[in-house]
């Protein structure tokens, strides 16, 4: 898992080098389904070859779920070298 920290969303490349077309894409169209904005997000692209996939999940997930008791005794987390405190692995003990 990996999060910028707060505030920094500036160093996301991310928001900068795709949802910039993908607001061009949509711009003056209202959402009138979920449909349409796939649409429009599959149809962005640019000059330099970016293409943009989306899949839309209609699985409903279940809220209030509780994690076992000993959860964090099983969990393994792993903190990167690279910014430890907002990118980490957390890796579940295998059974044996």
Known sequence: MAHYP???SKY???E???FCHVTSACKGVVFSSVEVVKSLVDKTCTSTGLKVFSTIKDKVYA???KVSEN???KMKI???DYLGKWNY????EVET
Do not use: C, Q, S
């Open 63 to 65: 809220t209030g779920r």
């Open 78 to 80: 792993v903190f990167d």
């Open 71 to 73: 959860f964090k005794e």
């Open 12 to 14: 996301n490349p991310i």
């Open 16 to 18: 900068h080098r795709l």
């Open 89 to 92: 692995r957390a890796i579940p």
């Open 6 to 8: 707060p505030y920094t």
